[in-house]
């Protein structure tokens, strides 16, 4: 089973920039896909950005162009670099690994093309709490 631990959040005001970074732990060979996800208070949880175990990316269209996934050098790091923060992307982030225990952690990304289209994303880290102020 993978382990995930995310860091790297803060509050920045509107424009800045942030880089999150999810170091996974454990048997993460069986994940090809990883990703970050976020919730905000109150809203469902949305996912953010994907990237398969080719190194091709899929963004949420409301990131596309600010936010960048990336596998880091290590094998099993992989970072969310955050330009242009806005208010609205105020949300704890997640990063996450493809695959599930149970059906109610489960989070299928509705995207039907590109890379992890219609994976399911199940194994979660704890959070880490991004704050953007206008």
């Known amino acids: 089973q993978v382990h995930l631990v995310e860091s790297g959040g803060g509050s920045v005001q509107s424009g800045g920039s942030l880089r999150l970074s999810c170091t996974a732990t454990g048997n993460i060979y069986n994940h090809d896909c990883m990703g970050w996800f976020r919730q905000q208070p109150g809203k469902q949880r949305e996912w953010v950005a994907v990237?398969?175990?080719?190194?091709?990316?899929n963004h949420a269209d409301s990131v596309k162009g600010r936010f960048t996934i990336a596998r880091d050098n290590a094998k099993n790091t992989f970072s969310l670099q955050m330009n242009d923060l806005k208010p609205e992307d105020t949300a704890m982030y997640y990063c996450a690994a493809e695959g599930y225990l149970r059906n109610l952690d489960k989070y299928i990304i509705p995207e039907r093309r590109g890379a992890c289209a219609q994976i399911s994303f199940g194994y979660w880290g704890q959070g880490t709490q991004v704050t953007v102020s206008s």
């Open positions: 990237l398969d175990h080719e190194n091709n990316t």
